[in-house]
């Protein structure tokens, strides 16, 4: 997915609700695009896998997400998110620092955790 697809995107989930599922894994979405596309709808689970552009991201302001995947985005830090968080995959990226893994823990009601190849 180009920055081109994504207005008519975001356009769609705006006149679709109810979409509680949103697989973008590996299609090179811009951060500015996604916060358009999750500013729309009330996502539960999001897989944003494989798009390196969003090692950035904040999603601590989508507060009804509850699975977040985000892996091999070439993350060097922690992203911030909502404490609704419950699983969380975070897997071949870059995370150097694991400390903030205890205040995400402590934070957040994690039950499912994958932090592998980092």
């Known amino acids: 997915m180009n920055d081109r697809i994504a207005p ?14 949103i697989k973008l894994r590996q299609c090179n979405i811009s951060p500015f695009s996604l916060k358009k596309m ?18 950035q991201f904040d999603f601590a302001n989508y507060v009804s997400m509850r699975t977040l995947k985000a892996s091999h985005n070439q ?9 609704s968080i419950l699983e969380l ?3 071949h990226n870059k995370l150097s620092d694991m400390e903030p ?18």
């Open 8 to 21: 008519a995107l975001t356009k769609a989930l705006s006149e679709v609700k109810g979409v509680t599922n």
């Open 38 to 55: 999750l500013d729309q709808v009330s996502v539960q689970v999001l897989d944003v896998s494989g798009n390196p552009s969003l090692a």
């Open 75 to 83: 993350m060097t830090e922690i992203p911030s998110m909502a404490e």
């Open 89 to 91: 995959s975070l897997s």
């Open 101 to 118: 893994i205890a205040n995400l823990l402590n934070k957040n009601k994690i039950r499912w955790l994958d932090l592998g190849w980092n």
